[in-house]
């Protein structure tokens, strides 16, 4: 149970931003200074572990249902908190730094509380773990993830296919749009080929990425009837702020990394080296082992509790707030990573292609 416990500290986020909205004026910016400088700091202080648990812990640790309750509480804390920032924005009077400061807070507790625990729901089979999950990406915007993430995204990971995969040399800033953009209509695409394999008419009920649209839609709505166009403005501004986080993280997990062809013209499978990984033990207990990014991409059904490290995974220079500190300087990040990437890409070049 103890080892159970440490992701509690996965609730640190929430907790800042129930201070954030308790009591505002300059903690306005906590959100932000405990993502982007405290949590940093800390991992420079702190060693990351690459040891992985015994096949038996395993085993155990993949049953114990207390790992799924830690996901399934994101939902109320996720909605509760998106609920008292709405009834904040409508009754008290913000000082304009506050606005601003309350909400790039709020974008990021909808990326990391949000977004990061849909992806991990998304990928479970029950109905109710995959409606928790689109409940999760409602308030982002982000409906459309679990589709082209899951069936687009697995598939075409580390190629020019994939809308998630950072180009080499390529800005944060111009990936944002790229990926943003593509990803959207990526899912669309997924979800025809889904309908036609099935013999379903493409515009339909059948249609899932219609409803997530009337979904989305709907809220917003309700959201305008509630608080006019300032909630919603305000409800929009912290969705990008949410998916933007997820961007940044997609950014970095796989930046410059690709998949060689085969002689059959096809892509080489999904190897552990087509993955940037982190074993900073804070970022990984708080964004729920995400940071062993290379073992989901290996089998996406694994639970979080259970990744594991490759030796073979290429590892981030820093932790994953660092690291997205760094794509926010392009220079910066082009110098301390591209290096990595070529030195890679021989190490890659030099096995087999599978």
Do not use: C
């Not at 304009?96 to 849909?118: P, Q, T």
């Not at 915007?141 to 809308?163: C, K, M, Q, S, W």
């Amino acid at each position: 149970m103890s080892r159970a416990l440490k992701y509690l500290w996965a609730y640190i986020i929430p907790a800042v931003l129930v201070a954030v909205l308790a009591f505002r004026g300059w903690m306005s910016f906590a959100g932000l200074f405990v993502a982007f400088a405290a949590i940093p700091l800390l991992e420079f202080a702190m060693k990351g572990s690459n040891k992985n648990l015994t096949d038996e812990d395993e085993k155990n640790f993949e049953k114990k249902y207390w790992f799924d309750i830690l996901l399934y509480l994101n939902v109320p804390i996720v909605w509760g908190i998106t609920a008292w920032y709405f009834y904040l924005i409508l009754n008290v009077e913000l000082l304009n730094y506050e606005y601003i400061g309350i909400n790039l807070s709020m974008g990021i507790f909808l990326g990391a509380m949000g977004i990061n625990v849909a992806h991990e729901l998304g990928h479970r089979n029950t109905w109710y773990e995959q409606l928790f999950a689109k409940l999760l990406l409602l308030p982002n915007l982000y409906t459309h993830f679990t589709i082209e993430h899951n069936r687009g995204h697995h598939v075409n990971v580390a190629t020019p296919e994939d809308p998630a995969t950072a180009r080499y040399n390529e800005i944060l800033y111009a990936f944002w749009f790229r990926s943003v953009i593509t990803t959207y209509i990526s899912a669309w695409r997924l979800e025809a080929k889904r309908l036609k394999s099935d013999g379903k008419n493409n515009i339909s009920f059948h249609n899932e990425m219609i409803w997530l649209q009337v979904l989305q839609l709907s809220y917003l709505a309700v959201i305008y009837w509630i608080g006019g166009a300032y909630l919603l403005l305000s409800a929009i501004q912290i969705a990008v702020g949410g998916f933007l986080m997820l961007e940044t993280v997609n950014y970095i997990e796989h930046y410059g990394l690709s998949r060689r062809k085969t002689e059959t013209g096809r892509y080489e499978r999904v190897q552990p080296w087509h993955s940037w990984n982190s074993n900073h033990d804070l970022g990984r207990i708080i964004l729920y082992e995400l940071t062993r990014h290379s073992d989901h991409h290996y089998k996406a059904s694994r639970k979080y509790q259970i990744l594991r490290h490759f030796d073979e995974s290429p590892q981030l220079p820093f932790g994953y707030p660092t690291s997205m500190l760094m794509a926010f300087i392009p220079p910066l990040w082009f110098a301390v990573m591209n290096k990595r990437v070529n030195e890679l890409k021989k190490q890659q070049d030099l096995l087999p292609v599978n």
